[in-house]
């Protein structure tokens, strides 16, 4: 069984027994950190008929008034049910149904409704799209397509296998959930916002237009665990020995693995609390952190010039450095601390 180590505090694995009362609740307490600060999770049962009258009822609609303007069906699911006569066919039926205008004109009305029934809720939507009229703004939203995004809480090969057979490629969000020993009402969550998984497809999608279809990835690349066991030993230690120091000389520090790199969080995880990501090389680990040139000290220059664009931080600079000796690890720690202060709880 999976477990984390939280400032010595063990977190075992847990799986929803209830979809509807255990998973879904989690699922829209914690939609902004999967799909962007700058979202809105629509917690609205509206069904999606076809026009020969076959619908389905997705779980939540999401909006993201991040440029460009994007909408999401979320359909959430646990991998104990059956995976292909559910997902595959709630997810057709989804796609069929959106090119009906009737039911795009009833999920346009029903945002509407939630969205002008709350006088502050308006007044945030009027802000983020510059002071249009919201009507027309969602009207010309969901005349596109819309992204399908499965949240399921293991994301197995049954899984990845059943989506391949829609008529569309659905992101599927792993969200795992961990419990306090002796404490399971502390609960801490691990998943790749819906963000991250984009830009990967992106930079996959455009890389192939030039390479052509990739090889799959090495098996190494997995997960961070995986990572560790292959690069060498000097390049394990540093990473191990700043892991410890980040855990000693921080408070509330929560560790958690996103794919094959090792993210940091400042209590619940999140956009606006993440402040370092390890990304490991055979020979070296790389640092990335959050900066602010206004109060950033950087006297012996290991941080690169380079500024990266929100790969992992939405706030801030995001800049990188390189370890390869322990000697580095204080200096280090001092880069990571100004991170650190700049994250939020």
């Known amino acids: 069984m999976s477990q984390i180590v939280i400032d010595g505090v063990k977190y075992k694995v847990w799986t929803p027994k209830d979809e509807e009362k255990q998973f879904h609740p989690m699922i829209k307490e914690h939609a902004k950190e999967i799909f962007g600060e700058d979202s809105l999770y629509f917690d609205v049962k509206q069904k999606i008929v076809s026009k020969t009258g076959i619908g389905s009822i997705p779980d939540g609609y999401v909006i993201s008034f991040s440029k460009p303007f994007q909408w999401f069906i979320v359909e959430g699911e646990l991998s104990s049910h059956p995976l292909y006569d559910h997902i595959v066919k709630q997810l057709n039926k989804f796609m069929s149904g959106i090119k009906n205008p009737d039911s795009q004109k009833e999920i346009l009305d029903t945002l509407y409704d939630e969205i002008t029934k709350n006088f502050t809720l308006e007044a945030y939507v009027r802000q983020m799209i510059e002071f249009k009229e919201i009507h027309r703004f969602l009207s010309d939203l969901i005349a596109k397509p819309p992204k399908v995004v499965v949240i399921i809480e293991e994301k197995s090969d049954e899984v990845k296998e059943a989506c391949e057979n829609l008529k569309i490629e659905p992101i599927i969000v792993e969200f795992k959930t961990f419990v306090r020993e002796n404490a399971e ?24 237009k030039v390479t052509g279809p990739r090889r799959p990835l090495p098996e190494h690349y997995e997960s961070y665990v995986k990572m560790l066991a292959w690069v060498d030993e000097n390049t394990r230690n540093i990473a191990e020995q700043l892991t410890d120091n980040i855990g000693y000389k921080l408070k509330d520090v929560l560790p958690l693995t996103s794919g094959r790199y090792l993210c940091f969080y400042k209590g619940e995880p999140s956009t606006k609390s993440i402040f370092a990501a390890f990304l490991l090389t055979k020979k070296y680990l790389k640092v990335r952190i959050r900066t602010d040139p206004r109060t950033l000290r950087d006297p012996n220059r290991l941080l690169k010039e380079k500024v990266y664009r929100g790969w992992f931080f939405k706030q801030g600079q995001e800049r990188e450095f390189t370890m390869t000796n322990k000697d580095q690890i204080d200096y280090a720690m001092e880069l990571i601390k100004h991170s650190y202060a700049l994250a939020e709880k």
Do not use: Q
């Open 185 to 208: 009402n502390v609960h801490a969550h691990l998943f790749e916002p819906i963000y991250a998984i984009e830009k990967i497809s992106e930079e996959r999608k455009k890389e192939e």
